[in-house]
């Protein structure tokens, strides 16, 4: 079992900054890549970015390249999304999840284990 708990939600304004953060527990051994999705109201949730734990190689949505960075500590099991330049659109849920896949990463279905999700919400 893996457990994943986020962190860094909030309010902001358009154009600004937050950084979301996702601890890690239990057998992360074993877990080839970790990823950001988020879910806005009446939306399916989508894909945000990921990054692959052991290389540390990544992949964005084309919504958020350019703004948005993910990154992760090895050694603290913990991953990042920093997001700037922050957009209405980009309201959501976000989830950290982790995957054992290694194929197909941009789909939520791959991922084994889930956080309990985080709000951001940016005002106009």
């Known amino acids: 079992q893996v457990q994943l708990v986020e962190s860094g939600g909030g309010l902001v304004q358009a154009g600004g900054s937050l950084r979301l953060s996702c601890a890690a527990s239990?057998?992360?051994?074993?877990?080839?890549?970790m990823a950001w999705f988020r879910q806005a109201p009446g939306k399916e949730r989508e894909f945000v970015a990921l990054?692959?734990?052991?290389?540390?190689?990544?992949d964005y949505a084309d919504s958020v390249k350019n703004r948005f960075t993910i990154s992760r500590d090895n050694a603290k099991n913990t991953m990042h999304l920093q997001m700037n330049s922050l957009k209405p659109e980009d309201t959501a849920v976000y989830y950290c999840?982790?995957?054992?896949?290694?194929?197909?990463?941009?789909?939520?279905?791959?991922?084994?284990?889930w956080g309990q999700g985080t709000q951001v919400d940016v005002s106009s």
């Open positions: 239990g057998r992360t051994f074993s877990v080839y890549a």
């Open positions: 999840a982790a995957s054992y896949s290694t194929i197909k990463l941009v789909e939520w279905e791959r991922y084994n284990y």
């Open positions: 990054i692959r734990w052991s290389g540390g190689s990544t």
